[in-house]
Nanobody
Framework: QVQLVESGGGLVQAGDSLRLSCAASGRTFSRYAMGWFRQAPGKEREFVAAISNGGVSTYYADIVKGRFTISRNNAKNTVYLQMNSLAPEDTAVYFC????????????????WGQGTQVTVSS
């Protein structure tokens, strides 16, 4: 059984940075692509970023490109999301997810999900 556990969320001010982590267990982490999504109250879950199984390739939603960076450490079974220049519009619950396929932005393409971590950005 795959388990994904996010951490690192919190309350910050506009312009601040946060780094989210997602620790994985249950199957060979390095075989699978990983993604980050977010969901704000009353809105659908939206794609943020994805990374290939080896970490060589990354893919971002336009709205976070240039501000967020996804990375992974396969030795630690962990994927990260570095978020810089945060804005109130980034307020959401952030989820990590695992997929067989890289570069997918639809939640339906991801097989396993974490429970989410809350990020709140005040103005």
């Amino acid at each position: 059984q795959v388990q994904l556990v996010e951490s690192g969320g919190g309350l910050v001010q506009a312009g601040d940075s946060l780094r989210l982590s997602c620790a994985a267990s249950g199957r060979t982490f390095s075989r699978y692509a990983m993604g980050w999504f977010r969901q704000a109250p009353g809105k659908e879950r939206e794609f943020v970023a994805a990374i290939s199984n080896g970490g060589v390739s990354t893919y971002y939603a336009d709205i976070v490109k240039g501000r967020f960076t996804i990375s992974r450490n396969n030795a630690k079974n962990t994927v990260y999301l570095q978020m810089n220049s945060l804005a109130p519009e980034d307020t959401a619950v952030y989820f990590c997810a695992q997929s067989y396929l890289y570069g997918r932005s639809s939640p339906s393409d991801y097989n396993y999900w974490g429970q989410g971590t809350q990020v709140t950005v005040s103005s």
